[in-house]
């Protein structure tokens, strides 16, 4: 993961095209995969709210990006502002840690309940 936000971070124009085209593809694969166990499951699927899901998904995808840069520059700026305070940077950081994890664990709820209360079949 380091290695990818540093070609975003620093790299050239095709390296960076590079990495976004693998991420890219990753998320079609995905998106595809899911479809087409839908469809191997019950062989007819609501387009509906498989559209919902991938949605939803996608947006998902955008804000755990934005959630994960600002939990990075909120480290980074933290270690740096409180670099004489070993203490203190440890519990502060320590508590950014706990916000971070709990924030995803509520995340992953949401999506469990959100994907398990929708019907991908027409009935």
Known sequence: MRTIWEMLRDGNA???????ADLVSIVGVSIASII?????IEGKVDTTAVFGVVLVGLLSLAGAALVLASF?????F???????????RF???????????????LAVWNAYEVLSSTSFTVD
């Not at 320590?94 to 664990?105: I, K, P, T």
Request: net charge positive; glycine share 4%; with cysteine.
């Open 36 to 40: 087409a166990a839908l469809l191997a």
């Open 14 to 20: 095709k390296e960076r095209l590079a990495v976004t």
């Open 72 to 76: 990075l520059f909120l480290s980074s």
């Open 91 to 105: 519990l502060t950081l320590f508590a950014l840690w706990c916000f971070f994890l709990a924030g995803a664990l």
């Open 78 to 88: 933290l270690s740096a502002f409180l670099q004489g305070y070993r203490t203190i």
